[in-house]
């Protein structure tokens, strides 16, 4: 039988994380899911169960804790790979609680190389990024040469340095080489429906707020604006199916742990490519729902960038990756899902 290769997963009960692992599963990985449960539910560690049939091993650490993040990489010394999704990520909350967003989210990650830093084996590590780093973009599609502007909120802030922190620790290493992948909007859930988007408390997003509405939670949805120079006068974001966007970070994890790549540090954006408005994404949750969405136009929600989707050549040629299912496909899954767990 020969020896998995170990990979460590933080936030791996979160939704892309969860995604991820289902997927490092089945191409025959070694599964450590680290998680301190503070934006996830344990309850996915069973539709993860159900859907591998195995005890994937989970660890409840908080990684903000140097003595546990040192404990738990002392007890897999072994590992060849780290995928970094754990992470706050609400951008409004950030600007409530800024110092919240830098502690979680950089201290963690510093606390994860200064381990690696004393491993003996190389690592392998993908971290989660997201095209906020771009804020407004100047030209459309984005690709990865656009300029990253001054954050807008500090979530987007600690991408953007969470990036120059892990680009300059594999500058300085010959065992340590990364990739960052910078997500578009990820939706939708499993097709087993085993795992999904599970927001705590009132939903930020638009997807998981259509489909919440739609079951009843709300009475309305909002739309944050339809005079905006848009065709539709609603704003436009690249929303792309979980699976693809998981399936992107095993492509991007062999890159790395098959030296396949050219330089210690790279960058990839992550996307359909196409753009999407607001109310093309409710037409579409209309059509796979077969029912009306409660909807009405409201004021614009500060700090909304007009327009945001992906030029994914970068990732299609060099990973090999691009995303195959479409809006309708993503939305639909996403309403199955809220429908199991109304
Ligand atoms: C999409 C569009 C809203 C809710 C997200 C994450 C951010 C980052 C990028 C990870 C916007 C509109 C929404 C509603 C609405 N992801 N909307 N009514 O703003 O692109 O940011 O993706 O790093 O963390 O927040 O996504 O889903 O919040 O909004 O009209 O009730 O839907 O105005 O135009 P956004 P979103």
Redesign the pocket.
Not at 183 to 186: E, M, V
Not at 204 to 207: A, H, M, R, T
Not at 221 to 225: E, M, P, W
């Given at each position: 039988m020969p020896i998995k290769t170990k990979i460590i997963v933080t936030g791996g009960l979160g939704f892309i994380g969860s995604h991820t692992a289902v997927e490092l599963y089945f191409k025959g990985f070694e599964v450590i899911i680290v998680d301190d449960l503070s934006n996830s539910s344990i309850d996915v560690l069973k539709g993860l169960k159900n859907i591998t049939k195995s005890n994937l091993i989970f660890e409840k650490i908080d990684l903000k804790n140097k003595k546990s993040v040192k404990e738990l990489f002392e007890k897999h010394v072994d590992i060849k790979g780290i995928i970094h999704f754990a992470a706050s990520?609400?951008?409004g909350e950030s600007v409530q609680d800024p110092l919240k967003y830098y502690e979680n989210n950089l201290i963690s990650l510093i606390n994860i190389l200064q381990e690696v830093e004393k491993l003996k084996n190389s690592i392998s590590f993908i971290f989660s990024s997201?095209?906020?780093v771009y804020g407004e973009a100047n030209n459309l599609p984005i690709t990865e040469k656009e300029t990253i502007k001054k954050a807008e909120s500090p979530?987007g802030n600690t991408?953007q340095i969470g990036e120059e922190i892990i680009e300059d620790f594999s500058n300085s290493s010959d065992s340590f080489k990364a990739i960052s992948l910078r997500?578009?909007?990820?939706i939708g859930a499993h097709s087993s429906n085993e795992i999904g988007e599970l927001p705590i408390g009132k939903p930020?997003?638009?997807?998981p707020?259509i489909t919440q509405t739609a079951v009843g939670k709300y009475k309305e949805?909002?739309?944050?604006?339809d005079n905006y120079p848009t065709s539709d006068g609603?704003?436009i974001?690249d929303y792309i199916h979980v699976v693809d966007l998981a399936k992107a970070h095993i492509k991007s994890l062999n890159r790395l742990l098959d030296n396949k790549n050219s330089s210690n540090y790279d960058v990839f954006n992550i996307g359909t490519g196409k753009g999407s408005s607001?109310l093309e994404?409710i037409k579409s949750f209309e059509k796979v729902s077969n029912q009306k969405l409660n909807y009405k136009i409201g004021s614009r929600?500060k700090g909304?960038?007009i327009e945001?989707y992906a030029n994914t050549k970068k990732a299609n040629s060099i990973l090999n990756w691009e995303a195959k299912l479409s809006l309708d496909q993503a939305v639909n899954s996403a309403w199955k899902w809220q429908q199991k767990i109304q």
């Open positions: 990520k609400a951008v997201s095209c906020t979530y991408k997500y578009f909007n990820p930020q997003n638009l997807v707020f949805l909002i739309v944050f604006g609603t704003c974001r607001v994404v929600r909304d960038i945001a």
